[in-house]
């Protein structure tokens, strides 16, 4: 092989290998998707699933992360977070409440940040709520209430995506109707954990 065809040959493998590159950036980059945690005050401690990051713009790939927030004079917070596919910036509010002298006078000190924090807070949760119930379409029909049965709802603590039926009926029979009703409203029971608040063991285990 002569030297123009060596060197033809090394071009055409280096835009190959260029766009391979290219490829695998754009693949890596959609693997991840960016939150942007948000302080108040200013100089919390953030770290998400126990490292450390600095508030902002973060990289967070799908799935359930644990946010925790701290500071000094501050009540340490801890959230449970779910980053969707294709969804939009997530926004992360990580918020310790003051409960010492300190805390209390800088809040004191501050009333403008206050304000915004609980602007932020607020927003933050009518967009989990919309976000929840566009997801657990069921708590449309809930809670709802019978002569023999009622059906509510809770949200699991180790998955903010995960929903919890919670059923009082006092007899098995009561029981059925229960589930009859949520198939009903054409929901397959199955797919839900649900929770008997009235249900005796006849073991008598918990």
Known sequence: MDQQKRTRLFIILAVIASICLIIYSIYSATRKYT????????????????????????????????????????????????????????????????????ALQWAAANPDIIKNRERLAGEEARSEGDRFRNTNKITSQLPYRSLIFNIDYGISKTNPDDLILYIKAPSALDRQYAIAQIKDWGYDPSLYTIIFTEFANPLGVK
């Open 35 to 102: 939150a942007d945690i948000i302080t108040i005050p200013n100089f919390t401690k953030v770290t998400v699933d126990g490292k450390n990051v600095k508030a902002g713009k973060i990289n967070l790939s799908p799935g359930v992360h644990e946010i925790e927030g701290s500071a000094e004079g501050f009540e340490t917070v801890k959230k449970m977070v779910t980053i969707q596919d294709n969804a939009p910036i997530k926004k992360i509010t990580v918020f310790p409440n003051p409960n010492s002298d300190s």
